[in-house]
């Protein structure tokens, strides 16, 4: 057993509050275990000059760190390109689902913002950050401002690594700085993948084991997605 008494194939407890920050079009608090992000999304009513003219929309992504969601202070504001490298994964996640067409020249800001970090704050954020872009996209179509919700799939994310030799997933900070192989798997509601970061961090790989891992991340990534379907079934029909 895993510290916490967690087996090898088991997340930790999920849980999601949705609409939680009042101000925002769309939000949520994401908790995997002790990781918590707060995830919001925000309409912009212009795109970028490259989409200007074209008709279609953009989603994109912000992250960060609270000075304390470590077990040691981090600087405020402090940009750093691990927090550039991990907003765009958000940013490209989110958009591989979403129909730009059909969300006309606006812009959806996804803010992901770790309130506390214990391991997999990218794929909390990635799982968390589509339940936030749904429900700004229904209350823009209740605005009349779209006249439906354009994405065509869900999506969610999820961490697998290899530790002292033995095939986890969902590894919390204390099993990741340990892992000789570190990997993160974006997948879509039909089983297609967005991304699939890994990194033989302390070893190498071969691809038995990567199949392992990958298989894994699958099992549990449609777990999500189906607590996804259940928060989001009074809006989303997909």
Not at 23 to 41: D, F, N, P, Q, Y
Not at 43 to 50: G, K, R, T
Not at 206 to 220: C, G, Q, T, W, Y
């Amino acid at each position: 057993m895993r510290l916490g008494g967690r087996k090898e194939t088991q997340i930790r407890e999920v849980k999601i509050k949705r609409n939680y920050i009042d101000w925002a079009e769309g939000s949520c608090l994401i908790e995997l275990g002790k990781t918590r992000v707060i995830c919001t999304a925000s309409l912009e009513e212009s795109v970028p000059q490259f989409l200007r003219g074209s008709g279609r929309g953009w989603v994109t992504a912000e992250y960060g760190m609270l000075p304390r969601s470590c077990q040691t202070r981090i600087f405020r504001s402090r940009d750093s390109g691990r927090s550039h490298e991990i907003q765009r994964l958000i940013g490209r996640s989110l958009r591989a689902i979403t129909l730009m067409e059909r969300l006309g020249e606006r812009t959806i800001w996804i803010d992901c913002d770790v309130i506390q970090a214990d391991g997999g704050t990218r794929t909390a954020a990635i799982t968390g950050g589509f339940i936030a872009l749904v429900d700004a996209l229904s209350k823009l179509k209740a605005r009349g401002i779209i006249y439906e919700i354009p994405i065509e799939d869900f999506i969610a994310a999820i961490s697998v690594g290899i530790v002292n030799k033995r095939v986890f997933v969902d590894l919390t900070y204390e099993e990741d700085s340990s892992a000789e192989v570190d990997m993160n798997v974006v997948m879509t509601g039909k089983g297609e993948f967005v991304e699939i970061q890994g990194t033989g961090e302390k070893s190498t790989f071969n691809k038995k084991e990567m199949e392992m891992l990958i298989d894994l991340a699958k099992a549990r990534i449609e777990d999500l997605i189906n607590l996804q379907r259940q928060l989001l079934k009074d809006i989303l029909f997909i």
